[in-house]
């Protein structure tokens, strides 16, 4: 009797839960839905496609989300149009998602790699049936990011609520928690009073004019691996270098994330088995400052990577305790790094207090002259120093070019004119210097009538972090050179490896495959360019949709992407709008340039949040 009684009460309050939840579900819709035209943060709240307990690892069942489509993008004629599926929201806990570098997709995948060469930071990517297929949600209380330059020092607590490094780095100036702000001081593990002031010693250190590092131009590429929030490369930028910042997500997690919402470039990797996504040749500089790397593992592996991507005469900067410290240990560990080195052929510029800088040879002398059976041993002549996407590192020494080994370098222009001259290595791809400068003017015409476009929707510092998708020879952010920003320049992975001119102009990027999603945060770009990455990815049979939904997780809320492609592939990015929410800032135009049928067609991303941000706000 007493159990009968007890389910007719809990039959009672399970209804009476029903009733309540009932109502409540009715006033959010009703006050949403009232405010929906008067608050541009919240394009969709409550009312939104959120589906409750989907996933990126896959949605519920019964899902509006059908299977990916496996679909050419464009219709057959006379087929009717397909009214576009809503895409739900990804679970909160997912707003800080990096798909290919997902640990607890590791953990589901019960991957076997091995923790001491860093195989758990290096790339793995979901199949395609563990792909996630929701729009990620924004943090409670997300708001515009600030401008560069003021970002450089600010940025908004709420937009990376995660404050433990400046608790576990506070006696270092890595950055302050101050109200709704973090503010970034300048300083570094080994710089603790500022990146300036340590920039200007290393300077002084090479004695180059002024204590300026870029030394009249000739040094503009910089790779500073293990860069924290990448102090040391915000403050090159006033110096006319630009710093390709590495670092992976440890357990200093969120640093990259912090160096491109200060609007400083910045790219998540690590220095594990994979060749890094640089061509050889690519920087002047590379720095590490307290990196805790082990240069010496696996007959020095890492520093001969190091070396692949540094040019001719290229410097070595290394802060660290084996350069200066006296105990057993770091004496042991100099001892053996230079001896390494010396076999590399490096030679010290300068060591004075913590720092020692090394320098590259300038051609091949020195490798010919080393006794036979030296180790490490030169690479083999088959091997291509610029393959890099998904290469196995290799423990030798790349030598250099017939060229660069006969000129004693790399033969670039000091910058800015290296943006505008044709560089030597144009040669590999049988261009000529005509055909070079032909691109530079084109992509200056197209840059204008993108920016005519964009002209109501932006001011003077609306943008700041840029991605050209597929970047050829650089000439888009060339013809950005006026405006203050920077560029993500990426060469996909099976087309002609451009990227080393892309670098010897001066410019930064990275080689990708878009058929998988990017490494880096969600919201970390002002604007993508996307030139016919769409049809190159449909003749590959890759899921439009999924760089749908790749491009809206990279693009931040109120940022814009330029689609520049085909008039189908334009027709299916269009019915794609309302799902993702987009908005169009100009009816599509036909290519200005007569050079072949292109359309541009540029989007908006709206500023949204979810009804748990909205009360977690709140």
């Not at 409750?52 to 690892?57: A, D, E, K, N, R």
């Not at 433990?164 to 710089?191: C, R």
């Not at 240990?329 to 790094?337: N, P, S, T």
């Not at 009538?449 to 970047?471: F, G, Q």
Request: hydrophobic share 35%; charged share 25%; glycine share 6%.
């Amino acid at each position: 009797m007493m159990r009968g009684r007890s389910d007719g009460a809990q039959r009672k309050r399970l209804l009476t839960s029903i009733a309540v939840v009932a109502v409540f579900v009715l006033v959010l819709y009703f006050y949403f839905g009232s405010k929906s035209n008067g608050e541009s943060a919240l394009e969709y709240g409550s009312r939104s496609l959120r589906k409750l307990g989907s996933s990126y690892l896959g949605g519920d069942d019964d899902s509006d989300l059908s299977s990916k489509q496996d679909e050419k993008f464009g219709l057959e004629d006379g087929e009717d149009v397909i009214v576009p599926k809503s895409f739900p929201v990804c679970d909160d806990r997912h707003s800080e998602l990096i798909p290919c570098l997902d640990r607890h997709l590791i953990y589901q995948m019960r991957l076997k790699l091995d923790l001491g060469l860093m195989e758990h930071y290096e790339r793995h990517c979901p199949l395609p049936e563990r792909r996630y297929n929701c729009l990620i949600p924004p943090p409670a209380g997300y708001k515009v990011p600030i401008k560069w330059p003021r970002s450089r020092d600010e940025v908004w607590k709420a937009n990376i609520p995660h404050t433990h490094l400046a608790h576990e780095k506070s006696d270092q100036n890595w950055m302050v928690v101050k109200g709704e702000k973090i503010i970034f001081p300048g300083g570094g593990t080994h710089f603790h009073y500022g990146a300036d002031k340590y920039i200007a010693s290393i300077a002084n250190m090479l004695k180059f004019p002024n204590n300026n590092l870029n030394n009249g131009g000739r040094i503009r590429t910089v790779f500073d691996v293990g860069c924290g929030v990448a102090s040391f490369g915000g403050y090159l930028l006033s110096s006319d270098i630009i710093a390709m910042s590495l670092a992976p997500n440890d357990v200093h997690q969120n640093q990259i994330q912090f160096a491109l919402e200060r609007g400083i470039p910045a790219y998540l990797g690590v220095l594990g088995t994979k060749r890094l996504p640089y061509p050889s040749r690519s920087f002047e500089f590379a720095h590490c400052s307290r990196c805790r790397i082990d240069w010496l593992q696996r007959d020095g592996i890492l520093l001969l990577e190091l070396d692949r991507v540094l040019r001719p005469g290229g410097y070595f900067a290394y802060s660290s305790p084996e350069a200066y410290a006296q105990d057993e240990e770091d004496l042991r560990i100099w001892k053996h790094m230079s001896a390494l080195v010396e076999r590399m052929c490096w030679k010290i510029a300068e060591k004075k207090n913590q720092t020692v800088i090394w320098v590259k040879p300038l051609n091949n002398d020195c490798y010919m002259a080393r006794p036979d059976g030296t180790q490490p041993p030169l690479c083999r002549s088959d091997d291509d120093p610029d393959a890099v996407w998904g290469v196995n590192m290799e423990a030798c020494i790349t030598p250099y070019s017939d060229h660069d080994h006969k000129v004693s370098g790399s033969g670039l222009a000091p910058w800015p004119a290296r943006l505008t001259t044709p560089p030597p290595r144009l040669a590999d791809f049988g261009y000529s210097s005509e055909m070079f400068e032909k691109d530079v003017e084109l992509w200056q015409r197209r840059v204008e009538h993108y920016w005519n476009i964009l002209s109501p929707k932006i001011s003077s510092d609306t943008l700041r972090n840029i991605m050209d998708m597929k970047a050829n020879l650089g000439s888009f952010a060339a013809a950005l050179k006026d405006k203050d920003v920077w560029v993500m320049n990426v060469v996909p992975k099976d087309g002609p490896t451009t990227l080393k001119i892309v670098y010897d102009r001066g410019l930064i990027g990275t080689t990708h495959d878009w058929c998988e999603a990017f490494s880096t945060y969600p919201r970390t770009y002002d604007l993508l360019h996307a030139w016919n990455i769409f049809s190159d990815i449909e003749k590959k049979g890759c899921s439009g949709e999924d760089l749908l939904l790749e491009i809206d997780r990279i693009v931040r809320p109120t940022g814009f992407v330029i689609f520049r492609d085909k008039q189908h592939v334009i027709d299916y990015v269009k019915k794609y709008l309302s799902p993702l929410h987009w908005e169009a800032v100009a009816d599509p135009t036909p290519d200005q340039d007569q050079e072949g049928d292109d359309i541009v067609f540029i989007v908006q991303k709206k500023l949204w949040l979810t009804s748990e941000s909205i009360r977690d706000t709140e």
